[in-house]
């Protein structure tokens, strides 16, 4: 495995690289081979200054799920799987391209003069799934893995005016009982979700608005995109399946 870094004056982002061995020839019985096959290309480290600011590690998921379902967001199970464990990458000057699937692809930018990273996806057509003869639907979401101590408080913004405290799992309406831990604390996010303790803090601002939350300590989810085929009888009376203009979905 190497390390590749793109810069912009005194803001660094430090990008692993991991070098899977031939699968076609590898030994399935390989631990060494079980444990590389794990790791994806990501994001590493933002540096600022020569300072190590944050550890982020960025995946994309997905999440499967069978009708009735459509405005809970309840998959069909909470473990989510990873588009590709070592998507291509090309390193340019200031953009990293990731390239995930033939329809989930990701670059990552610094721009001159700003203190921040961009990060633009892009997704589509959503292809179908199909298990048992039936399809699925998917749920197609980021997330920001980082070593910051949140301890199930994160924050989102509240139609852009202010911030909002969440903690995970938990209601001061009521007596919070844990059915469902994925669509009990997603929230939307208009402006901005925020991760932060004592020594770290992260700020993922965003150019429209997506569902997020902290679902595990140390970690952002944006829903970025969902296609389904079924209507799930809460009131619509249709399915999620836009096509869009080239008619794919």
């Known amino acids: 495995m190497s390390f590749s870094e793109i810069s912009e004056g005194k803001l660094q982002a430090r990008f692993l690289i991991v070098r899977l061995p031939d699968r076609s020839t590898g030994d399935s019985n390989d631990s060494r081979t079980r444990s590389l096959g794990t790791k994806p ?10 300072r190590v600011a944050v550890v982020v ?3 994309i998921y ?10 809970v967001f309840r998959p069909q199970n909470d473990t989510p799987t990873m588009i590709n464990y070592a998507p291509h990458l090309t390193i340019a000057y200031l953009e990293a391209r990731q390239i995930f699937s033939q329809h989930v692809s990701q670059i990552i930018r610094l721009i001159p003069k700003k203190k921040f990273i961009e990060f633009e996806w892009t997704i589509g057509p959503i292809p179908k799934t199909v298990k048992n003869g039936r399809f699925y639907g998917q749920e197609i979401f980021t997330r920001y893995q980082t070593k910051i101590k949140t301890n199930g408080i994160f924050y989102t913004d509240s139609n ?18 844990e059915t469902d831990s994925i669509p009990s604390n ?24 997506q569902s997020g939350g902290s679902i595990v300590d140390g970690t952002f989810d944006l829903l970025l995109h969902r296609r389904d085929f079924y209507d799930d009888r809460k009131g619509v009376d249709e399915p999620l399946n836009e096509l869009g203009n080239d008619g794919r979905g």
């Open 160 to 177: 852009g005016r202010q911030l909002l405290q969440r903690k995970r799992n938990f209601n001061i309406d009521y007596n919070y009982q």
């Open 57 to 59: 590690d960025i995946y």
């Open 41 to 50: 290309i990501t994001m590493s480290k933002v540096i600022v200054k020569g």
């Open 186 to 209: 997603m929230y939307p996010v208009n402006t901005v979700g925020i991760l932060k303790d004592d020594d770290d803090s992260l700020a993922i601002m965003i150019d429209r608005s």
């Open 62 to 71: 997905l999440l499967l799920w069978f009708a009735y379902d459509l405005h």
